[in-house]
């Protein structure tokens, strides 16, 4: 049973930092897709970012230069490093999985709980 357990949500001044993780389980291996989306109050949910084994995407172009996406996979955890944030960043967070490679449509199999970021100005 795959498993996202995301955390590192808080409340930050705009031009802040914060990392977020997502600690994973249930897979055989590394090569799976990983992702980041958002959902901020009243919007639908949007791709940030996404990840497979060492290889990596941004989606949102109001995240590209700001966002990282990271992994390790020895500890089988994701990473989304957010510099300069700003108001606009706040939302829920979600981690999400989908086994195999990432394709061209941002539909993952898997999802966790979210994680809060609130920015404010």
């Known amino acids: 049973q795959v498993k996202l357990v995301e955390s590192g949500g808080d409340s930050v001044q705009a031009g802040g930092s914060l990392r977020l993780s997502c600690a994973y389980s249930g897979f055989s291996n590394s090569r799976n897709c990983m992702y980041w989306f958002r959902q901020a109050p009243g919007k639908g949910r949007e791709g940030v970012a996404r990840?497979?084994?060492?290889?990596?995407?941004t989606d949102a172009d109001s995240v590209t230069g700001r966002f990282t996406i990271s992994r390790d996979n020895d500890k089988n955890t994701i990473y989304l490093q957010m510099n300069s944030l700003k108001p606009e960043d706040t939302a829920m967070y979600y981690c999400a999985a989908a086994s195999g490679v990432c394709l061209s449509s941002w539909q993952p199999n898997y999802w966790g709980q979210g994680t809060q970021v609130t920015v404010s100005s």
């Open positions: 990840i497979y084994f060492y290889s990596s995407t």
